[in-house]
């Protein structure tokens, strides 16, 4: 099993950060390696079990992922992939955001568990810890130094 656990410190506070990321439909308005994206059956994207379908930015496939949990108490959602073009099997991952308590700032905190289902494991985790977690956390860092 291949653990990624990626976190940063955004200079924002925690309502403004999670009222960008909370939508689960909202992937591809904010982070660049995403791009078209709908939740099927209409169904709304804050709903347990909907699931987002979305393609990979320069022609990178299309991914689908199930909304596990989301908590706006918590600041947090979890999501498991469906399908994808990346090799991984029991793929979850979780976005979770804690206030920094002294300042008014976000820590964020994304993890995943997934095995590899090929002998890459090196460029997989590379994909999702610095192509998708660490990214996200970069142009979120960036839009709110805005």
């Known amino acids: 099993m291949t653990r990624i656990?990626?976190?940063?410190?955004?200079?924002?506070?925690?309502?403004?950060?999670?009222?960008?990321?909370?939508?689960?439909?909202?992937?591809?308005?904010?982070?660049?390696?995403?791009?078209?994206?709908?939740?099927?059956?209409?169904?709304?994207?804050?709903?347990?079990?909907?699931?987002?379908?979305?393609?990979?930015?320069?022609?990178?496939?299309?991914?689908?992922?199930?909304?596990?949990?989301?908590?706006?108490?918590?600041?947090?959602?979890?999501?498991?992939?469906?399908?994808?073009?990346?090799p991984v099997e029991g793929y979850v991952a979780q976005l979770t955001l804690y206030p920094v308590t002294v300042g008014d700032k976000t820590v964020g905190i994304w993890t995943a568990e997934f095995d590899v289902t090929n002998d890459d494991e090196a460029g997989v985790v590379n994909a999702v810890a610095n192509d998708t977690f660490g990214k996200a956390f970069e142009v979120l860092k960036n839009y709110f130094a805005t």
Not at 24 to 53: A, M, T, V, Y
């Open 5 to 86: 656990f990626v976190s940063a410190v955004i200079d924002a506070p925690i309502e403004k950060v999670w009222a960008q990321v909370r939508d689960f439909n909202n992937l591809p308005e904010w982070h660049p390696k995403f791009s078209r994206s709908h939740i099927e059956g209409g169904l709304p994207s804050d709903q347990i079990g909907c699931i987002r379908n979305f393609d990979i930015a320069g022609g990178g496939g299309t991914i689908r992922e199930r909304l596990l949990e989301l908590s706006d108490i918590e600041h947090s959602f979890r999501y498991c992939i469906l399908t994808s073009p990346l």
